[in-house]
């Protein structure tokens, strides 16, 4: 494999006579295996042609119009409908060895290797899903300059990281249409994720019809729910596109939406009714009695004939008890089967129903609470606990895959989601140890997202962690991965998602104008809060419009970045002046934005909430221009104007309106940089800045008690 370090510099316009420290750097993403630029480029003109060679279905067929097309909007050239009568004429020649699985299967072999030559691209795979994926990389190698589109030289030999390499979706707490789950699927082959996790059930919905049993979708969905036919539909898009759809119905928590209709399986009796809050409630299914396994033996029967993937994900977790507790005949049951706890009592529930799974061919999945003593060794832990809940189920022999690291729906930035590895070097597994780690899953829970913003909430971060389940350990630069990440998240719009778009959009419709500018900047550089703290500050339910200012923001909001680098180049410079005439277009920007904002807000009772954060962004904007103005008269302040622009930072930096400026760290920076700009006549750059980091941002201390 290539260095990191030689990998960087790549760039699919290099030719052969170049050197290594000429050449820029690439925009794949995953990055392959094993890459190596050089040689002649290969052209992209209207003439391009593509021919099959080797085992050829419905599959390659369509994969490669799809490529076709996405290539024809990238150039604006009109394509043959047409292969090549003769691959030695083709541009592109795509060579699969076999179909591979009939039904996509965790081992399914998606490695390729695409070598061009003078005049051609070849792309080799022994799998039809192999070279799915290596057509991914075909098209994001294209480039152009003024002489025209060409791929370049180039040779790859790519195999993903790890087997499993999956987005879970709920549509239980807010359901997602058809479209929405087929648009998420486009997105997730773009960048070579292999499994379509789909959460079906919930206490705030059921999501799937049941012939069998109808009362839990008539009465456990509002409607909201998708017919046999749409679930066989989906689980065909995906098979299309060499992804796998593991279905989830949680048990025995998480059941309120399926006791609404059949509170005969419940712990307690009824009647129920579908949830509109979030949280963990306490309905449960009653583990002791016969007719709930009968129940659930006749539904798995049913909706495993939809879902032809080998495994099946019960859930399990967040189960709190207390039904099972405070009723006396399954208490009484626990006594005469010396069952010596709940989590016991969970456990005999997971040994019956994998009897069932067994009966019906699928293997057992589930969170992290299933892992108890006495759990059958076939069944698979999905971590949300950790790693080191993951490592320890895996020396205890028992495969897992990943989550924790990847909730994505917590809206931590993509670095931190980037920064976690399911695997790594000091893991402390053995090599059949390590085999058990079968990879990861980005985690897209439903409590704040719908139709307009589920996009925007799962991409493009999720390619970055989709990279991080493909491509090697050493592959892990920050700032080269978000260059990249911009480049694929303007990819991925071609395939229909509205992650970058419905900003506008959005903002629109609060303003009830088309002038949102001033809107544009300020949502610009705000994120949402991290971590489960929107709860707080908005109450949320199923009922809840997600049309608010912060349903607009960007998780990771590219400006936020921009201005952190900026500071950090300015307080790096032992000068402090390197990027004061940027800053200064920045600060002066914020200051004078207040107008703008109070003028919408006046005439939007929609955007009142976000009225302290304009006056936040202005008084840092008046703040930034002091430090600056401080810089250039090289004046050094006193005590009590460090404290008072700190005071007007401490107030920027508290949450308003579900949102934060993520740089408020930054600024605080620049005015304790500006205090002791002196101290760099004596102290060395580096050991000067560590201590400007500590004495702005000191360490928090834990608060008392337990």
Do not use: C
């Not at 119009?65 to 090549?84: C, K």
């Not at 705000?526 to 500050?537: A, C, I, L």
């Amino acid at each position: 494999m290539m260095p990191k370090s030689l990998l960087l510099l790549l760039l699919p316009t290099l030719l052969l006579a170049q050197s290594p420290t000429q050449l820029p750097s690439h925009n794949l993403m995953p990055v392959p295996a094993s890459l190596r630029f050089g040689g002649v480029r290969v052209p992209i003109t209207a003439t391009t042609t593509v021919a099959l060679k080797g085992f050829v279905d419905d599959r390659l067929r369509a994969a490669t119009f799809r490529t076709m097309r996405r290539l024809e909007g990238r150039t604006g050239f009109t394509f043959t409908r047409e292969l090549a009568p003769e691959p030695s004429s083709a541009t592109l020649v795509i060579e699969a060895q076999a179909a591979g699985k009939a039904i996509p299967s965790i081992d399914e072999d998606e490695s390729y290797t695409l070598d061009t030559s003078e005049a051609q691209v070849p792309l080799r795979a022994p799998t039809v899903v192999g070279a799915m994926r290596g057509m991914e990389t075909f098209l994001q190698l294209l480039s152009g300059d003024r002489q025209g589109f060409f791929i370049p030289g180039v040779r790859i030999q790519d195999a993903p990281r790890f087997q499993w390499r999956g987005l879970l979706i709920d549509v239980g707490r807010h359901f997602e249409p058809v479209d929405v789950i087929k648009r998420q699927l486009d997105a997730m082959a773009a960048v070579k994720l292999n499994v379509l996790h789909w959460h079906l059930s919930e206490d705030q919905g059921f999501r799937v019809e049941s012939k069998k049993f109808p009362k839990l979708h008539q009465l456990g969905s509002d409607g909201l729910y998708y017919t046999q036919e749409q679930i066989r539909d989906v689980v065909e898009y995906a098979r299309m596109r060499g992804i796998r759809v593991v279905p989830e119905f949680d048990m025995p928590g998480h059941v309120s939406s399926w006791v609404v209709g059949y509170p005969e399986l419940a712990s307690a009796p009824g009647p129920y009714e579908i949830v509109r809050g979030f949280g963990v409630f306490d309905p449960a299914f009653d583990p002791t009695k016969d007719s709930t396994y009968k129940f659930i033996d006749t539904f798995i029967g049913e909706i495993s004939a939809l879902f032809p993937d080998a495994y099946w994900h019960i859930g399990g977790d967040e189960n709190n008890g207390k039904q099972w507790k405070a009723n006396p005949a399954i208490q009484a049951f626990m006594e005469k089967n010396k069952i010596a706890d709940v989590h016991a009592l969970q456990t005999y529930f997971n040994q019956r129903l994998l009897k069932i799974l067994d009966k019906h061919k699928k293997q057992m999945m589930g969170w992290d609470e299933i892992y108890q003593p006495g759990l059958p060794k076939q069944t698979v832990v999905h971590s949300w606990r950790g790693q080191k809940s993951l490592f320890d189920a895996a020396k205890q022999g028992y495969a897992g895959v990943l989550s924790a690291g990847y909730y994505i729906d917590l809206l931590e930035t993509a670095a931190r989601h980037y920064a976690v590895d399911p695997l790594p070097a000091d893991s402390g597994l053995s090599a059949d140890e390590a085999k058990l780690v079968l990879g990861g899953e980005a985690t897209m829970w439903g409590e704040w997202v719908g139709p307009e913003t589920i996009d925007s909430r799962i991409w493009p971060r999720t390619a970055a962690i989709a990279e991080r389940f493909w491509s090697p350990r050493d592959v892990k630069d920050v700032d080269d991965m978000y260059r990249r990440l911009g480049t694929i998240s303007m990819q991925l719009e071609e395939l229909g998602l509205t992650h970058e778009k419905n900003v506008d959009m959005l903002l629109r419709r609060l303003a009830g104008t088309r002038d949102v500018a001033p809107l544009r900047s300020l949502v610009d550089v705000v994120e949402p809060v991290k971590g489960y703290t929107r709860g707080s500050q908005q109450k949320g339910t199923t009922l809840l419009p997600l049309t608010h200012f912060v349903d607009a923001a960007s998780t990771d909001a590219i400006a936020a970045r921009q201005v952190t680098s900026e500071i950090d180049a300015l307080l790096n410079d032992p000068r402090l002046m390197i990027t004061r005439d940027r800053l200064k277009a920045r600060f002066t920007a914020w200051r004078d934005a207040k107008p703008g904002l109070d003028a919408l807000i006046d005439r939007a009772p929609g955007l009142v909430e976000i009225a302290p954060l304009a006056k936040d962004w202005a008084d840092m904007g008046a703040v930034g221009l002091e430090v600056l103005q401080l810089l250039e008269l090289n004046v050094t302040p006193d005590a009590a104007w460090r404290d008072a622009k700190i005071a007007v930072l401490d107030q920027a930096g508290r949450p308003k309106a579900a949102l934060s400026f993520p740089f408020v760290p930054s600024m605080r920076e620049l005015v304790f940089g500006v205090m002791e700009r002196s101290a760099l006549a004596t102290e060395p750059p580096a050991q000067w800045r560590a201590r400007i980091k500590t004495l702005a941002n000191p360490p928090r201390r834990g608060r008392g008690g337990h």
